[in-house]
């Protein structure tokens, strides 16, 4: 620590002088990911924010349009769903849960296109591809 820099603002090295000092926020910030998970700091400041703070940023990440829409859950669901994430990571999660769920299901549908095609995978070889798959465990 050089003698301008202090527990509350470090050292930026020599342009620190034409730096603007941290604001009250950013000091908390830093307190925070200095003692707490990332994930958790994220977390605590998502559930903080107006649902439309992250409209723009959702239509970023999905490189494109966003549309509402409307979904029945079991409240057990919704409820698990929400404390996972916070007011602001609902979307997010549910979003991400179907892609996955895509995705598997094109997985799916390729291997019963292979299946068509070529007939299925004989049991020997499933049996060798288990055995070589990096966490099997010999019964």
Do not use: N
Not at 25 to 45: N, Y
Not at 66 to 85: D, F, I, Q
Not at 86 to 92: E, I, P, Q
Request: charged share 30%; with cysteine; hydrophobic share 35%.
């Amino acid at each position: 620590m050089s003698a301008r820099s202090s527990p509350d603002q470090p050292d930026r090295g020599p342009a620190s002088d034409s730096l603007p000092q941290l604001s009250a926020l950013e000091r908390a910030l830093r307190q925070a990911l200095g003692s707490a998970p990332r994930d958790q700091v994220v977390k605590c400041i998502v559930s903080v924010l107006p649902a439309a703070v992250f409209v723009e940023e959702s239509a970023r990440l999905h490189r494109g349009k966003v549309r509402k829409v409307s979904v029945s859950m079991p409240e057990e669901l919704a409820e698990a769903v929400r404390s996972r994430t916070g007011a602001g990571g609902f979307s997010r999660y549910v979003s991400e849960a179907v892609e996955r769920e895509i995705r598997h299901d094109l997985l799916g549908d390729l291997i019963s296109e292979l299946e068509a095609e070529y007939g299925p995978v004989p049991p020997e070889i499933r049996e060798q591809t288990r055995r070589e798959w990096p966490d099997f465990e010999e019964k």
